[in-house]
């Protein structure tokens, strides 16, 4: 068997998606994610024009031999926008393996090393009471994890901070959809790393005493904080027992965590923003981490992150799969089945995804009791409505930039 055809939509049902749609010569259709927030066409041209071409024709049952075909022969290998490219083909061409065996993507895989995949949720407040309320509400949705990002006294719109809705559905989108008039450039944010290093252990504080000790509390830096600051930071909220502290520290400075961990026992994720496994090669062996943050959609798809976690179960380093909602639906489905069979599981970050996004991509998870599971539809699981998808055309949006009080451009 191998490929026909492969189609590249960018829809735009509430954020922007990149799917890849694969096609064999009998009919059979894989879907795989290559969204990257903010430069969806850059990764939507280098499919179509670069990518799609050099497939047609190709067995569609070598999945590694095509991984490392597109991973070696553009010469410019990994980056982000060629990374997540392999993995929308990638994604793909496992989700055929496994429609044509009949079985969900997990038992290709390997099949279930658990029941289930415990989540996070993102709680987010501008002030204490909001957070609260956002954190109230997962609670009684059954999460057990949950993320605490809030504003910082003195400053605005900080990056990822919004008030949820009641209930706590939070449907925030950093980057900003531009109107047709609006000039093509991204909002600007102002930072405070010391007036945020005051105030986040007294939220800690605030948190833990509200809601005991068993709730698991995560935060993220946002690659924001020097070396020094964020060695203070995992100090000061040791006694507050995070889950964990993600992305303290900009994340290409792989020895920056070396000073971290020196001060401090609170645990480390960090790599969304990484896209191979050299990326991680200091971190993981010399075990500046415990948690791996990369996506399926940015790390070269199932096969990219199998090898990564391959690689990090040796010094006992597990995931923690990125999952905002600028990974879509079919990228979720991915870090799913892959973390229900790999040994290393850690937990899973779930922020759903809007009615609108669910109208134009059919998933068939399931969430019960603070736990996910890719449920057991033959492959990956999800659908895309491709007349649906049609009737939402891209539209321009930008992460924001972070500034300093004096103008200095900085990290988010
Ligand atoms: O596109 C940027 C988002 O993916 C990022 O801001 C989300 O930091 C994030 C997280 O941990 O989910
Ligand atoms: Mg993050």
């Not at 009949?102 to 658990?114: F, I, K, M, T, W």
């Not at 995931?319 to 600028?326: N, R, V, Y």
């Not at 609108?356 to 399931?366: A, D, G, I, K, Q």
Request: with cysteine.
């Amino acid at each position: 068997m191998s490929i026909r055809s492969i189609d590249v939509d960018v829809t735009s049902p509430g954020r922007n998606f990149v799917t890849a749609i694969v096609t064999t010569d009998d009919g059979v259709t894989g879907l795989g994610d290559g969204t990257l927030n903010g430069r969806e066409l850059a990764v939507a041209s280098y499919l179509r024009d670069h990518v799609a071409p050099t497939l047609i024709g190709r067995d569609e049952t070598q999945i590694e031999s095509t991984w490392q075909y597109l991973y070696r022969s553009p010469y410019w290998r990994r980056g982000p926008v060629t990374m997540a490219a392999v993995a929308a083909i990638d994604m793909a061409l496992w989700d055929i393996a496994a429609k044509r065996a009949g079985v969900p993507l997990y038992r290709l895989l390997g099949g279930a090393s658990r029941t289930g995949l415990m989540t996070y949720a993102h709680a987010s407040g501008t002030d204490l009471e909001h957070l609260d309320d956002a954190i109230r509400g997962y609670v009684e949705q059954g999460f057990r994890a949950v993320r605490i990002q809030t504003g910082v006294p003195g400053l605005g719109q900080i990056y990822g901070v919004h008030d949820s809705a009641p209930g706590g559905a939070y449907e925030y989108e950093p980057a900003g959809r531009l109107a047709a008039d609006a000039p093509r450039r991204p909002e600007e944010e102002t930072w405070d790393t010391a007036a945020y290093l005051r105030h986040l252990p007294t939220v800690f504080e605030h948190v833990r005493s509200e809601f005991g000790p068993e709730l698991h509390l995560l935060h993220d830096g946002h690659h924001r904080m020097r070396p020094i600051e964020a060695a203070r930071l995992a100090s000061d909220l040791e006694p507050y027992r995070p889950f964990w502290l993600e992305d303290c520290t900009p994340g290409e400075d792989q020895s920056a965590l070396r000073l971290v961990r020196e001060h401090s026992t609170t645990p480390l994720a960090i790599g969304e923003v990484f896209n191979s496994v050299f990326d991680y090669q200091t971190l993981i062996t010399e075990r500046l981490i415990d948690y791996v943050r990369s996506s399926a959609t940015h790390a070269g798809g199932v096969t990219g992150l199998r090898q990564l976690m391959t690689f990090a179960g040796i010094y006992g380093i597990r995931s923690g799969f990125h999952g905002p909602t600028d990974v879509s639906p079919v990228g979720m489905a991915a870090h799913l089945h892959l973390g229900l069979a790999i040994h290393n599981f850690g937990i899973q970050e779930y922020m759903p995804h809007s009615a609108r996004t669910l109208e134009v991509f059919r998933t068939s998870f399931t969430f019960a009791d603070g736990m996910l599971h890719p449920g057991e539809t033959p492959g990956l699981g999800v659908e895309l409505d491709r007349e649906a998808a049609a009737a939402h055309p891209y539209e321009p949006a930008y992460l924001p930039v972070n500034r300093l009080r004096d103008g200095t451009v900085h990290d988010w």
